[in-house]
Nanobody
Framework: QVQVVESGGGLVQAGDSLRLSCAVS????????MGWFRQAPGKEREFVAA????????IYSDSVKGRFTISRDNGKNTMYLQMNSLKPEDTAVYYC??????????????WGQGTQVTVSS
């Protein structure tokens, strides 16, 4: 059984930065690629970023490329999402997921409960 827990969400102003963390326990963290997704009210869950199990490769959605950085520390079983230059349209519940490396929700087997990020204008 794999447990995935996000933290670090909150209320910030446009232009601010925020760092999300995702802690994974229960199985060998380094076996999994990791991803971040987000879901705004009334919208489908969308891909944000993913990182391979080694951390050597990353992919981003066009909407966050250049502003967000995904990283992982396999020694701490933790993944991060550094979010800079936040915009009101980044407001959503952010979900961490563990599984295969990819852009779609079906690539991932294990999901956290989500953490709310709200960006005010």
């Amino acid at each position: 059984q794999v447990q995935v827990v996000e933290s670090g969400g909150g209320l910030v102003q446009a232009g601010d930065s925020l760092r999300l963390s995702c802690a994974v326990s229960g199985r060998t963290f380094s076996r999994y690629a990791m991803g971040w997704f987000r879901q705004a009210p009334g919208k489908e869950r969308e891909f944000v970023a993913a990182i391979s199990w080694t951390g050597a490769t990353t992919i981003y959605s066009d909407s966050v490329k250049g502003r967000f950085t995904i990283s992982r520390d396999n020694g701490k079983n933790t993944m991060y999402l550094q979010m800079n230059s936040l915009k009101p349209e980044d407001t959503a519940v952010y979900y961490c997921a563990a599984g295969s490396y990819g852009r779609i929700t079906d690539d991932y087997n294990y999901w956290g409960q989500g953490t709310q990020v709200t960006v005010s204008s």
